[in-house]
């Protein structure tokens, strides 16, 4: 009996084959966005190892100064809050006013006030993960707005939601959901 | 007398293939069909994996009582096995390995001792053989002359979580027996495909400074930028002709809802609202439908497109978090526990537009997600328990539910 083909079947067989070929393609395309910064600091490396003495000190003086502006930045950034929310709320309450208060203080000092801040809405385990990404972003701006009220420049900040794609606790309780709706604050350049 | 009659047959008409009603089908009321295996090639590992798929796929389709043993039998013989003698219906198929290493299925549907149905299936790699069991499946619900399951045939497309900020996106079959990992690394979400011939999709890249809508052709590996926005991004809904995107943005900081014109590149704000819009879907040509926060906890409305016309369509509830359209039902995510936290459950309701049955359709558990099949003819939804995810069909005419688990990972969303 002659076979019969189905159509159907030759068509996944066709996509997914072509799936499996092309896939390092899309995994280079999504890596390309951050190449450049990459490349720019490996650069100057490179030429420090066909260079004279002298090119060597110079580079390394300068890699030292961008060490301690990052541990400084670093620095800063541990000093900075957590700011933490009441089950599908994004209002502030005065407990996290004040941790808001401090950390704008933070930010207009002559180490910290050159830098942007991105702050990242998060949400507990419940609800879908749209209205949540909508929440927690809701969350991110409420900490915006309360900087900007404090006197920092609304051009520094920008905002991320990770809904409920980023957990710091994975327990099933109360405690670990109550740490999980928060808003992080992470240093920019 | 007779004004009880009348009235009797208006509600009949009235709730006639309504699916808000809930069918209830006795098992007694379906044919029996018993499937013996004939193969010649392979081990018996995969012989019963196949088997277990094809038995799967017929339980899914709904119209048989499915006898669940395996049982070994001739092609050629004329009459079936004498324990299945007094089934309804013999699922009889050959599995053999031809010269090009391609899986070969002969199959044959006996009714009374006739060979009703025949055909032979192919494909290339013996990997992908669950295509040719869906295939099978399909095939011989149209042979019973029921309503079409081609969505069975459609490759689902998901986001797993991996770990913080880390997901993969994954095409699969539908029960996910098959898992192409798409896009490796960075922090990629909610895929949504393009079109129907599903050979392209959009996702959320949310490595890059900014939430980016991105493209892939499937076909080339291409991959485009489409449109950024600070804070969020989300493509919640293609349209049937894949020309407009219903978008969540916030290019003010504030969630709302946007058509976007794919060939333009032009974008429209449907919704204003100072609380969250979010999870617009198409319903018709001229509606959507949407959660917001509006009465002070997500509830699911509508809006015309053209006007600024807004309804509350759900009345039960406290949280209903996420919904989906097909005609003139929604199927939607409430969740049913007083407290906050401690048993928490998110259940999966029904509601028709034109009546005001609600149907609930799942009974434990968090169920979320919830999306119609293109013919409305099932929904697929994701279930999380104890930290796995399941992903959910649920035959609408015949009031059965199937979980299909991922082995690994949470579902972050997915669309089919």
Known sequence: ??????????????????????????DNKTEEVSAPAAQEVQAPVTETVSSESSVV?????????????EMTMSAIESKLPTIYFAFDKYNITPEMQARIDAAAELGKTDAAKSLNVKLEGNCDEWGSDEYNFALGLRRAEAVKKALVTDGIDASRISMVSYGKSNPVCTEHTKACWAKNRRVNFKLLP | ?????????????????????????????????????????????????????????LNVISIFNVDRHHRVSNFNDVNVLVKNKDMAYVLRYKMFEDDNGALNVQVKLINKGEDVFVKNYRVAKQDIFMFVSH?????????????????????????????????????????LAYQHTILKGGFNIF??????????????????????????????????????????????????DGKTLLLTMALDGQPDIYSFDVTTRKYKRLTRYSGIDVNGQFMGKDQIVFIS?????????????????????????????????????IVYVARESSNAFSQ???????????????????????????????????????????????????????NKNYLFPLKYGRVQSMDW
């Open chain 2, 135 to 175: 295939a099978i499946a399909y095939d011989i619900n149209e042979f019973m002359g029921k309503p079409s399951v081609a969505w069975m045939k459609r490759k689902v497309i998901f986001a797993r979580i991996v770990a913080p900020k880390k997901s993969e996106i994954v095409i699969a079959d539908y029960t």
């Open chain 2, 1 to 57: 007398m007779k004004v009880i009659f009348s009235l009797f047959i208006f509600i009949s008409l009235v709730f006639a293939n309504d699916a808000t009603i809930e069918v209830i089908k006795k098992v007694d009321t379906v044919p029996s069909i018993a499937v013996e295996d004939a193969s010649i090639s392979y081990d018996d590992t995969f012989r019963l994996r196949f088997f277990k798929t094809l038995i799967a796929d």
């Open chain 2, 191 to 240: 895929p949504k495909w393009a079109n129907k011939a599903q050979n392209a999709f959009y996702y959320t890249a949310l490595n890059p400074k900014t939430p980016t809508l991105k493209y892939v052709d499937i076909k080339n590996g291409k991959v485009e930028n489409i449109i950024s926005s600070d804070g969020m991004m989300i493509c919640s809904d293609v349209s049937n």
């Open chain 1, 57 to 69: 000190s110079s580079t390394a003086e300068n890699s030292s100064t961008e060490n301690s502006a």
């Open chain 2, 293 to 329: 926060s509006r009465l002070g906890y997500p509830n699911v409305f509508t809006k015309h497109l053209d006007t600024d016309e807004i309804e509350q369509m759900v009345y039960y509830g406290k949280s209903n978090v996420s919904c989906s359209a097909h005609g003139k039902y």
């Open chain 2, 344 to 398: 928490n459950t998110f259940n999966l309701h029904l509601i028709s537009t034109k009546t005001d049955v609600i149907r609930r359709l799942t009974a434990t558990g968090v169920n979320e997600f919830p999306r119609f099949s293109k013919d409305g003819d099932a929904i697929i939804f994701i279930k999380n328990y104890k930290g796995q995810s399941a992903i959910g069909v649920i035959r609408l005419n015949y």
């Open chain 1, 1 to 26: 009996m002659k076979s019969i083909v189905l159509s159907s079947v030759v068509t996944a067989l066709l996509v997914f084959s072509g799936c499996s070929s092309k896939e390092p393609a899309v």
